[in-house]
């Protein structure tokens, strides 16, 4: 997935910062994680929440029942629950039915069974251990929106920060001849 190199790096905390109480329910921690994002709560849009029936029947079916509120996040800052490709999931690996391109797939419930599948793969890549294992679920969520690629190049550099995701965006802004 294309990086776009202004909006990117802080896409992690507004994730974080929209997860429906999923994170810090039943946690006695300070609400911050290993890489100084605060995990506080906060809820999505209506728009977002009508989709919950379609993230829980992909999740169910890759296993990752878990996950919905996080997924449910992750659709809140990619599309707002309003895009037909809710997941934004057309660059991704699992798509082959439709352009990969911004926007590409045009069916909400192929953007699903693509997203949940792209999610479980950037979860698992990331070593993430359970819903409160922030420190990992931070990576899988830049990966699910920089793509595959960053995973390899953050755990060199020692894990996620908000500097390494920096650090990649401004690469691949000039590599491919992109702003910055």
């Given at each position: 997935m294309k ?9 992690l905390l507004?994730?974080i910062?929209s ?6 329910i039943?946690?006695?921690s ?10 506080g709560?906060?809820?999505v ?9 379609e993230v829980e029947?992909y999740?169910?079916q890759?296993?990752?029942s878990?996950?919905v ?11 707002g ?10 660059e991704?690996?699992f798509n082959?039915?439709?352009p ?8 909400p419930?192929y953007?699903?069974f693509c ?10 890549k ?7 294992d922030t ?7 830049q990966?699910y929106?920089?793509?595959q690629g ?7 550099k020692?894990?996620y ?14 590599k491919n001849?992109?702003l910055?």
């Amino acid at each position: 997935m294309k990086v776009m190199v202004t909006i990117l790096p802080l896409l992690l905390l507004i994730i974080i910062a929209s997860v429906t109480e999923i994170i810090i329910i039943g946690s006695n921690s300070d609400n911050t994680d290993n890489s100084g994002v605060n995990m506080g709560t906060s809820s999505v849009s209506a728009e977002v929440l009508a989709w919950k029936p379609e993230v829980e029947k992909y999740a169910k079916q890759f296993g990752i029942s878990q996950y919905v509120n996080l997924m449910l996040a992750l659709i809140q800052q990619e599309s707002g629950g309003t895009s037909i490709d809710v997941m934004q999931s057309s660059e991704g690996a699992f798509n082959t039915k439709y352009p990969k391109t911004p926007n590409g797939i045009a069916d909400p419930d192929y953007s699903f069974f693509c997203g949940v599948q792209e999610f479980k793969e950037a979860i698992t890549k990331a070593g993430v251990k359970n819903i409160n294992d922030t420190k990992n679920i931070s990576l899988a969520l830049q990966t699910y929106n920089f793509g595959q690629g960053f995973i390899g190049f953050a755990k060199s550099k020692g894990g996620y920060s908000l500097a390494v995701a920096q650090e990649f965006s401004n690469i691949q802004a000039k590599k491919n001849g992109w702003l910055s």
